[in-house]
T-cell receptor
Framework: GAGVSQSPSNKVTEKGKDVELRCDPI?????LYWYRQSLGQGLEFLIY????????KSGLPSDRFSAERTGGSVSTLTIQRTQQEDSAVYLC???????????FGPGTRLTVL | GNSVTQMEGPVTLSEEAFLTINCTYT??????LFWYVQYPGEGLQLLLK???ADDKGSNKGFEATYRKETTSFHLEKGSVQVSDSAVYFC??????????????WGLGTSLAVNP
């Protein structure tokens, strides 16, 4: 009965470096979402995966952001050439797709120096 | 566009006081409505939900009623405890293309309950 897990819990990086954030959704959940929580912007949708369908990338803030979901389970969010404005908590959520509620992981706090 | 507006905090109450956190929304279509809570140092947890007009969501003594006529989903609790100190987020979701039910969030309301 594990919930959504994310790793790492904290990541400190230097400006210009690439980072990868991982999300492991609840087993059997077909829908997976990434959000960003920052002081200036609140909570923002980034990207949505549903089964084998093409992801909805409409929330990604720039082409430095990308995400993939392998085997319909684990997802990785990649940020290339990080900038200080990328500093935020990155949240992953999953959903069964049958009901509208989403269940969240603990988040990854990203700090770009 | 679709949006959620909730009352600004911080809200500070004494233990056993009555709590109301206002939330109103703008949406095209028929949204589902949620309250999520974030306790200090923890992740977001679903507190309660309502999926159609006049539904009442309830959990842990908290309640919210989906009011279509006033486009509101106000959170209430009759008697707060110190352990209710947290940030509360109102959110909505719609059935978008491809079943993308992305959550649209209010800015959050911080609640501090003093003993």
């Amino acid at each position: 009965g594990a919930g959504v897990s994310q790793s790492p819990s904290n990541k400190v990086t230097e400006k210009g470096k690439d980072v990868e954030l991982r999300c492991d959704p609840i087993s059997g959940h077909t829908a997976l979402y990434w959000y960003r929580q920052s002081l200036g912007q609140g909570l923002e949708f980034l990207i949505y995966f549903q089964g084998n369908s093409a992801p909805d990338k409409s929330g990604l803030p720039s082409d430095r952001f990308s995400a993939e979901r392998t085997g319909g389970s684990v997802s990785t969010l990649t940020i290339q050439r990080t900038q200080q404005e990328d500093s935020a908590v990155y949240l992953c959520a999953s959903s069964s797709g049958l009901a509208p509620e989403q269940f969240f992981g603990p988040g990854t706090r990203l700090t770009v120096l | 566009g679709n949006s959620v507006t909730q009352m600004e905090g911080p809200v500070t109450l004494s233990e056993e006081a009555f709590l109301t956190i206002n939330c109103t929304y703008t949406a095209t279509g028929y949204p589902s409505l949620f309250w999520y809570v974030q306790y200090p140092g923890e992740g977001l947890q679903l507190l309660l939900k309502a999926t159609k007009a006049d539904d009442k969501g309830s959990n842990k003594g908290f309640e919210a009623t989906y009011r279509k006529e006033t486009t509101s989903f106000h959170l209430e609790k009759g008697s707060v405890q110190v352990s209710d100190s947290a940030v509360y987020f109102c959110a909505l979701t719609l059935d978008n293309a491809g079943n993308n039910r992305k959550l649209i969030w209010g800015l959050g309301t911080s609640l501090a309950v003093n003993p």
